[in-house]
């Protein structure tokens, strides 16, 4: 493809993008199609010559668009959102466009500084005291999996990287049962292990930690012979959107000298608006925090935002400096040169904090703050809405702009197997998107509003929607 071949394209796909973005009210949410649908629609193998761009995008059209879920949407109130807001895909684009390996600071100077500075925004912007440092992750799973490898070597007074794990005292790590699956899997991954990731009973309407608990539950593996390394404290639990009480967690952790990680990938972004700030009261004091602008802050996937109060303990544990990365010509003496790829698991790194710095200029924080609080006010008032409406009752408390309900139908039949029907039949209908959780061990529909698009006009639809296709099943 040459130059003039390239302008082309990239107007016809910009063309494409805005005509997409405009016309998503008009498509159903949820992807219609059936498992293999789309397999059965592309060749089995690469062609062996090149082929017309034209066909190329006449096939993206018409094979792969009817097979998206739209996460754009406005009536998307499924899983988390994963807004990219315009001003964050045009930054994406001119990241694509340059193509850049920012792994170095050498490797693109503006990378890395504006990586420093975009971060350091963000920051202040959610209220964080100066002193914390951040680098941008690919997701809230890698800033887990990299605590939890820092948690492993201060543990083991950092010998694990070198020595290994085999003939070293069991450690363990305590959460509750609200965390992310990615807990569970930093576990693994680091060579903890899922037995040692100790559950942490909750209460209150929070489904908070209990801090006593978590105590006792610390003195007792001590006793055991067992080694504690951290703790995890839930800020927005997948589920129900727990909050763990943040202070009195670290309060406990740090008296025994372990290390704090917060997951707040979902309700971090919140903590722009000062007075959602006492949900994670305390985070302040915390080892290691996550939040996903690509979630609730309108940046493309993916740009995870992982601060540190202090990095000594995650370099000490991730970095590595073979001769073909080192920067001679800049070493020595106080250079304030930051190379990110020793702060993360990957070596490779795109320009990501591109399209975060775009996102917070053209929208302003004030932008933000006034989206977050929208879909906060909205989803609360729907909330109350469904809980008045005979058969409904909500299943959790609702947290921030999430909740989740249940109804039922009055006759005896199966409480899952209604629920399932039901959420099927919204979603089938393809107007809006809602997805399953379990409280409690009984089946529920959770909603959150997160949509940069959506309007109190698609939450109060979504409430009709909800009630009329109650009604229809029942």
Not at 275 to 293: K, T
Not at 439 to 464: E, K
Request: proline share 5%; net charge negative; aromatic share 8%.
């Amino acid at each position: 493809m040459d130059g003039e071949a390239f302008r082309h394209w990239a107007h016809k796909a910009a063309d494409w993008a805005a005509d997409y973005r405009a016309g998503l009210r008009d498509r159903p949410v949820r992807a219609g199609t059936t498992p293999g649908e789309i397999v059965a629609q592309l060749p089995a193998s690469a062609p062996e010559e090149a082929e017309p761009m034209a066909d190329i995008f006449a096939d993206f059209e018409r094979i792969l668009v009817p097979g998206m879920t739209h996460w754009q949407h406005p009536r998307f109130f499924a899983y988390f959102p994963a807004n990219a807001s315009p001003a964050s895909v045009i930054g994406e684009f001119l990241s694509s466009a340059m193509g850049a390996q920012c792994l170095l600071w050498q490797t693109s100077p503006a990378a890395t500084e504006l990586e420093i500075v975009a971060l350091d925004w963000l920051r202040q912007a959610v209220g964080l005291p100066e002193g914390f440092s951040g680098v941008i992750q690919d997701s809230a799973s890698s800033a887990t999996l990299c605590a939890f490898l820092t948690m492993r070597e201060r543990a083991l007074g950092f010998t694990g990287n070198r020595t290994g794990l085999a003939g070293r005292p069991q450690l363990r790590v305590y959460t509750s049962s609200e965390v992310h699956t990615s807990i569970d899997r930093a576990a693994w991954f680091c060579g903890i292990g899922d037995d040692n990731l100790v559950r942490i009973p909750t209460q209150g309407p929070l489904r908070s930690m209990v801090p006593q608990a978590l105590e006792a539950a610390i003195q007792a593996d001590k006793a055991a012979g067992f080694v504690p390394a951290g703790v995890v404290a839930c800020v927005g639990g997948t589920s129900t959107g727990a909050m763990d009480d943040v202070a009195a967690v670290v309060e406990v952790a740090h008296r025994h000298g372990l290390f704090v990680h917060v997951d707040a990938a979902w309700a971090g972004s919140a903590m722009v608006c000062p007075e959602f700030r006492s949900l994670w009261a305390g985070v302040e004091q915390a080892d290691s925090i996550v939040l996903n602008p690509h979630k609730w802050l309108g940046v493309q996937f993916d740009c995870s935002a992982h601060f540190l109060r202090s990095a000594d303990d995650h370099l000490a544990t991730l970095a590595i400096q073979p001769e073909y990365l080192r920067t001679h010509a800049h070493e020595g003496g106080d250079t304030g040169i930051v190379n990110f790829s020793e702060w993360t698991i990957q070596l490779g790194r795109r320009f990501r904090a591109l399209k975060l710095w775009f996102v917070l200029r053209a929208h302003g924080l004030e932008g933000l703050r006034q989206m977050i609080r929208n879909h906060v006010a909205w989803s609360q008032a729907l909330a109350a809405r469904i809980a008045c409406e005979p058969g409904f009752s909500l299943a959790s408390t609702p947290v921030l702009s999430l909740f989740s309900f249940r109804h039922d139908p009055g006759d005896g039949r199966d409480g899952d197997a209604h629920m399932l029907a039901l959420l099927q039949a919204i979603n089938d209908g393809g107007q809006l998107y809602l997805t399953p959780t379990r409280v409690d061990g009984r089946l529920a529909i959770r909603f959150q509003a997160g949509s940069m698009d959506a309007t109190a006009d698609d939450v109060d639809a979504a409430f009709h929607i909800i009630r009329d296709t109650a009604h229809a099943l029942s």
